[in-house]
């Protein structure tokens, strides 16, 4: 080894010892907040860091059923109290099971919070995802959300497009016993969202195209992020461009239709989402592109989850079954031939939303939300430290049976009692200025699938054994295989 190579294996030693001793110090950094007391005299909670870099991340994501908290929220809360602090995704982090500091959280969005998510989120979703964005560009994006959202549902064929996807979806089980819950559910809730948002129908070559692209993102999303070619995480990056250049394809075209229409014939354009989003001139082109994105990701898998959820716990409360079909026989009973369904009817579906609320309560389709401090905040007699990583866990509240009578048992009935009006205790769309903008969407879709389901079909689960687990999103190993027989 002569001179100038030795200089630079010193160097690189030098470096890399440099390295490890800031990782290791800026991991135990946090520790000093607790023995200076950094917010008059008050400490930041019990807890403990675990190791260097990963701290307690894999712990914390240990795969568990969904309806249970899992061992790491339960050997935590027990030691430590239902708010320890801990390092999580490479962070410090204070984790939250307390409904008044979720509540404190999610109401104090963008004040003494921020909604925070991991930066290989961002590379995959974008920085001009509404579900990342923070600040005035959440704020625009939200606002023309939320009157999309109000326009889309005024419109007519709003609820018939989506129960004719569920005759659609059903009426193809006729030939089959055995039917892959999961994929029919995805299937269902695609074509919905996809006609809804883009105005394609199941069979167009484009829907097919951007299913093939979705599947491939939503793997990303949930593996590891890592960039190098052929990875999950470097397909699903390239599969949102492609689908972002899909989506500006679709919106190019319906502008350049606008423009070449007669004014005559103005009348006869579309009166769909994509045309009142094309006439929203508070955002650029990129973000109706990631706007249409955002309303497919978070209409798409969720909503699915929420189905597999809401048949497998049915398929172990036949009673539940019962008064649901006496439900739904009832209103279909009040249809003409051929009569759609309509919002009145959907008002009418009161055990069915008692049914939705225990399926998202013991099912926990969204566990937690990621935030951040934006200063030293003081709750009660602890002190969160500014830039924290704060997550506060919905289920565990869901599950708190100091908060729900059997809390780990389905039992919609328990909806009939007056619940809490603040909404402490039942979080599963968020809150604050991030609620989910499309919960009643999800839930109609829902509603509906019920409605048919319960009235033409029986089904049993194929596997028993099998059971959702959080990942922490949510899956059924097997896909949810269940036997049907038609009524
Ligand atoms: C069962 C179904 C659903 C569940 C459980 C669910 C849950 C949630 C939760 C917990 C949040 C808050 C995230 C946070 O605070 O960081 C959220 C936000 C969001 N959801 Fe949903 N969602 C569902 C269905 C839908 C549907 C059908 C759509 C669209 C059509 C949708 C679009 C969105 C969007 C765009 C946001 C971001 C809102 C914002 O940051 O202001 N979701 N959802």
């Known amino acids: 080894m002569d001179g100038t190579s030795g200089l630079l294996v010193t160097v690189l030693f030098v470096g890399v010892i440099a390295y490890v001793f800031s990782l290791v110090f800026n991991h135990y950094k946090p520790l000093l907040h607790n023995l200076v007391g950094a917010g008059g005299g008050c400490k930041v909670p019990n807890g403990s860091f ?18 249970s908290v899992g061992s790491f929220l339960q050997d935590h809360c027990s030691r430590y109290g239902k708010v320890f602090k801990s390092h999580l995704f490479l962070t410090p982090t204070i984790v939250s099971c307390d409904q008044d500091l979720n509540y404190f959280i999610l109401q104090n969005e963008d004040k003494l919070f921020q909604c925070s998510y991991p930066k290989p989120i961002h590379g995959i979703l974008g920085d001009i995802s509404m579900l990342v964005a923070v600040g005035d560009t959440h704020k625009r994006l939200r606002s023309a959300a939320l009157a999309l959202v109000s326009s889309t549902k005024s419109k007519p064929g709003f609820l018939a497009d989506i129960e004719n996807t569920v005759i659609k979806t059903i009426g193809s089980w006729k030939q089959n016993t055995q039917v892959l819950f999961c994929e029919e559910a995805r299937r269902f809730t695609f074509t919905v969202i996809v006609k809804q948002v883009l105005g394609l129908s199941p069979d167009d070559p484009v829907t097919h195209r951007i299913l093939k692209d979705f599947l491939t993102f939503m793997k990303g999303l949930i593996s590891l ?67 249409v994105l955002d309303s497919l990701l978070g209409g798409y898998e969720t909503t699915s989850l ?24 009832k209103i279909g009973s009040m249809k003409k031939e051929g009569e759609v369904l309509s919002w009145d009817d959907y008002r009418k579906m009161e055990f069915t939303q008692k049914v939705i609320n225990e399926a998202l309560r013991c099912g926990n389709v969204v566990k937690f939300v990621h935030r951040k401090a934006l200063k030293d905040i003081k709750f009660r007699d602890f002190i969160i430290p500014c830039g924290w990583k704060v997550l506060p866990v919905f289920s565990a509240v869901h599950l708190d049976s100091s908060l729900h009578e059997n809390a780990l048992e389905f039992q919609p009935l328990r909806w009939d009692q007056n619940q809490d009006q603040t909404c402490k205790t ?17 839930k109609v879709e829902v509603a509906f699938f019920l409605h048919h389901l319960v009235q033409k079909y029986r089904w049993r689960l194929s596997e028993p054994g099998e059971q959702p687990l959080a990942y922490p999103y949510i899956e059924f190993q097997r896909g949810l295989s269940i036997e049907v027989e038609q009524c």
């Open 306 to 329: 929420l189905m597999s959820l809401i048949v497998y716990f049915l398929a172990q409360s036949p009673a539940a079954v019962e008064l649901l079909k006496v439900e739904h026989e």
């Open 50 to 67: 675990g190791w260097p870099l990963l701290g307690e991340t894999l712990s914390f994501l240990k795969p568990h059923a969904s309806n």
């Open 225 to 291: 992020p890592v960039y190098i070619p052929g990875t999950p995480y470097a397909r699903a990056v390239k599969a949102r461009i492609r689908i972002s250049s899909t989506v500006k394809a679709i919106i190019e075209e319906r502008i350049k239709r606008n423009k070449e229409a007669q004014p005559s014939t103005a009348t006869s354009r579309c009166n769909d989402f994509l045309e009142t989003l094309v006439s929203i001139d508070t955002l650029s082109e990129d973000e109706k592109v990631s706007f």
């Open 426 to 442: 039942f979080t599963p769309f968020g809150g604050g200025t991030r609620c989910c903008p499309g919960f009643e969407l999800a």
